[in-house]
């Protein structure tokens, strides 16, 4: 086990020196130099020299990479000319909202599609499984802003329960903070349980062929044991995929649902910084989600091995 | 049969739908076992004998049609609820499949798929059933029985796993051990080891057995009564001996024919039973063998020969030109 891991965590190095180089060129690669950026319009040629200079923007793409690569490694990720603020301090400080946002969401669409999994793959081909997989399809069709726009119609102006936007820190006050957060969620959770349904309804579909759950019936287990304990486990390869990479990409917030809630997310601070043309926090917080995103994908794999001895053993 | 009869399998038919049509997998067949007695059921690939255990056992798959009777010790299981059904399943009847490798869960340790059975049924305490496990695993011959519980199918060889399916199968001490091809998968050397594991355990704890199999060679010794199935029939029955000593369908002959024998000069071609078995899609009118068959006549080819008893009443077969020929022993 502990092998796997060292060798996972190798495995890791090339991947996020990747994301750096794929971080850094694109950004560099965006029309309109920095340095006219940052001095305006009434910019001279010898300010804009002087600046790029003072910034290393007069250096080769590949020197300019690598004092940025240098300058991460010992922490600093560099800091908004137009705030002042560094790329760390403006992440940890939107971190918070889109991670809490994510795990809501994911926590939610787990909650509404593993058991529906589960009895439609029991009860495959049945009324219930084609209703279901019918609205399942349905829901992934609908898009964010439509359904956000719903939920508050229904939730925040006809019956009142909950506020339509804005956002009140967790430490500040728990409950305001989770009576925001509901909506969003939710929004984010009905395009994600669908997803989550299908893929561990077909993997169930599947392992209930197997001679090992005929042998489990032949047993005399009960229905429930054989569909949680010798069903279920084998099933989640996928549906643990998927749930990383779900969760991979909420890291990086999601703009349409933090702007129509007025969360103040990192995909709020990526549109922002998309806006003002702030490329130091643009790359910076770009380089911080494809590094989280890299992450939890490393913690999924470890997963797999929780969940197959086969695979913790190196047998497949 | 003689003492009192364990399992009675009456007119059972499974038809099974398929886009070609309705395939008839299991066709009227008759079959009884006595308490301690062990069946024989033997037949090439695609007779019938999986669907047939499958369908005493009630796993046959969903879309899959079943009618007749299956009494066993006393009520017939095809009107049993689920809820009865599954207390029975595994306590008084067991099962060992065919393929080890797939048999067994890959995600759940030798000992909780051994546990679970025995709390399932005996309402045993942890500890209590993982002492139980320890002899059983004991029983079959695995070695070091306490460290395989804590360990995965995986890690484990093909004839181990095919002993912790057996210690699965025999945990509840069952009345009747249905083994659909319990060696096909393994090793030849392991082969001999399992069936002899199957025998012993068998009459240790007075268990009646249907041993399915395609190789004749493995029931000669190990059963008391052996059926020979072709395309979803029964097409001879008798007891053991007396099916060896006078085998009366041409299709039992040829079954033993095909094996491979041990006194044959290197390089001699097996005798296949040349032809292929009828599409049991199409319903033939005659008897199924006969387009196989060397001694057919042109009435096999027209009326369907029943299954019926002749010189002796234990001894049956479904065929109007029955063979004189005496078999050579086997084994």
Redesign the interface.
């Known amino acids: 086990m502990l092998f796997f891991v060292a060798r996972r965590l190798l495995y890791l190095t090339p991947v996020l020196i990747a994301v750096s180089l794929l971080t850094f060129f694109i950004a560099s690669l965006l029309p309109g130099d920095l340095a006219y950026v940052i001095l305006g319009d009434q910019a001279t040629p010898e300010n804009v020299a002087a600046l790029r200079k003072d910034m290393g923007l007069d250096q080769p793409v590949w020197i300019r990479y690598f004092s940025w690569l240098g300058n991460i490694l010992q922490g600093d990720f560099g800091r908004s000319f137009r705030t002042g603020q560094t790329v760390l301090q403006a992440v940890t400080e939107r971190l918070p909202v889109s991670i809490e946002l994510m795990l809501l969401a994911e926590i939610i669409g787990l909650i509404i599609g593993v058991p529906l999994a589960i009895v439609c793959a029991a009860r495959s081909g049945s009324a219930f499984d084609r209703f279901v997989t019918g609205s399942a399809f349905a829901m992934l069709s609908v898009p964010a802003f439509l359904s956000a726009i719903l939920l508050i119609y229904l939730f925040a102006v006809e019956l009142r329960w909950l506020p339509a936007t804005g956002y009140i820190s967790f430490t500040e006050d728990p409950a305001a903070n989770l009576r925001f957060m509901v909506l969003p969620a939710l929004t984010l959770a009905l395009a994600e349980w669908p997803g989550i349904m299908r893929v561990l309804r077909s993997d169930m579909i599947a392992t209930l062929q197997?001679?090992?759950i005929?042998?489990?019936?032949?047993?005399?287990?009960?229905a429930s044991?054989i569909l949680f304990?010798?069903a279920l486990?084998?099933s989640s390869l996928t549906l643990v995929t998927i749930t990383g990479i779900n969760i991979g990409r909420l890291i990086g917030g999601t703009v349409i649902v933090e702007t129509i809630f007025a969360l103040p997310g990192i995909g709020r601070l990526l549109i922002g910084a998309i806006y003002t043309r702030d490329l130091i926090i643009l790359q910076g917080v770009v380089l911080l989600v494809g590094a989280g995103f890299v992450i939890v994908n490393f913690i999924v794999d470890l997963l797999y091995a929780v969940?197959?001895?086969?695979i913790r053993?190196g047998?497949a | 049969m003689t003492g009192n009869t364990l399992l009675s399998v009456e007119d059972v038919v499974v038809d099974l739908p398929t886009p070609r049509g309705n395939l008839r997998a299991v066709d009227r067949v008759n079959l009884t076992v006595g308490a301690g007695q062990t069946l024989g059921v033997v037949g090439e690939s695609g007779c019938g004998k999986t669907m047939l255990s499958r369908a005493i056992?009630q796993?046959l798959p969903k879309k899959a049609k079943l009618s007749g009777r299956v009494m066993f010790d006393g009520q017939d299981l095809l009107q049993l609820s689920p809820e009865k059904l599954?207390?029975?399943?595994?306590?008084s009847l067991?099962?060992v499949?065919q393929?080890p490798m797939?048999?067994?869960?890959?995600?759940?340790t030798i000992g909780t798929q051994l546990i679970?059975?025995l709390q399932?049924?005996l309402e045993l305490d942890d500890a209590t059933a993982t002492r139980r496990s320890i002899e059983l695993l004991a029983a079959v011959g695995i070695p070091a029985p306490e460290q395989r519980l804590a360990q995965?199918p995986?890690?484990l060889s093909g004839g181990m796993r095919q002993r912790v399916?057996i210690a699965?199968a025999l945990s509840c001490e069952p009345k009747l051990l249905i083994a659909d091809e319990p060696t096909t998968a393994l090793d030849v050397t392991i082969q001999a080891q399992i069936l002899d594991l199957l025998a012993r355990e068998q009459r240790r704890r007075h268990m009646a057995m249907i041993l399915i199999t395609h190789d004749l060679g493995v029931v000669a010794g190990r059963t008391d009564e052996v059926a020979v199935m072709y395309a979803g029939r029964v097409v001879e029955r008798a007891p053991t001996p007396a099916l060896f000593k006078k085998m009366r369908m041409p299709y039992t002959e040829a079954l033993l024919a095909a094996l491979p024998k041990l006194d044959a000069a290197p390089h001699t071609p097996l005798p296949a039973i040349s032809g292929r078995p009828p599409d049991p899609t199409r319903p033939m009118l005659g008897c199924s063998f006969s387009p196989r068959c060397r001694y057919a006549v042109a009435r096999c080819h027209t009326e369907k020969p029943a299954l019926e008893a002749a010189e002796t009443s234990e001894h049956q077969y479904a065929c109007f030109h029955p063979i004189e020929v005496h078999a050579e022993a086997v084994a």
């Open positions: 197997e001679d090992y005929a042998l489990a019936k032949a047993k005399g287990l009960k044991r304990v010798h486990k084998p969940l197959d001895p086969r053993h047998h | 056992l796993l599954r207390k029975l399943r595994g306590r067991a099962v499949f393929d797939t048999s067994l869960n890959p995600v759940l679970e059975t399932e049924h995965y995986h890690q399916a699965i």
